[in-house]
């Protein structure tokens, strides 16, 4: 069984980046296809970006695609969103998370979740 922590939240401007990461422990790492999915308040989650076991296929929900990316380290355990040109509509929390079975890109798709890093894009 796998854990996941995510990191790199925080505050910042419209127009900015940030990179989120998610580390992983507790199993092999290469055998989960991992999500992020963020969380606005009042608002359902919803899926952001996804990437394949091995790295090699990656898809975006439509409005993120062109700002944010997925990428992961396998040797290192961990997975990233690198999120550029951030709109004030970004501002979630957002949450990693991680299935041995199935790539999907629905919240049902996913076993396993982190808590959640906070990010915020002020005008």
């Known amino acids: 069984q796998v854990q996941l922590v995510e990191s790199g939240g925080g505050l910042v401007q419209v127009g900015g980046s940030l990179r989120l990461s998610c580390a992983a422990s507790g199993g092999t790492f290469s055998r989960y296809a991992m999500g992020w999915f963020r969380q606005a308040p009042g608002k359902e989650r919803e899926f952001v970006a996804r990437v394949t076991w091995s790295g090699d296929y990656t898809d975006y929900a439509d409005s993120v695609k062109g700002r944010f990316t997925i990428s992961r380290d396998n040797a290192k355990n961990a997975v990233y969103l690198q999120m550029n040109n951030l709109k004030p509509e970004d501002t979630a929390v957002y949450y990693c998370?991680?299935?041995?079975?199935?790539?999907?890109?629905?919240?049902?798709?996913?076993?396993?979740w982190g808590q959640g890093t906070q990010v915020t894009v002020s005008s």
């Open positions: 998370a991680a299935d041995e079975n199935q790539f999907s890109s629905s919240r049902s798709g996913y076993a396993y």
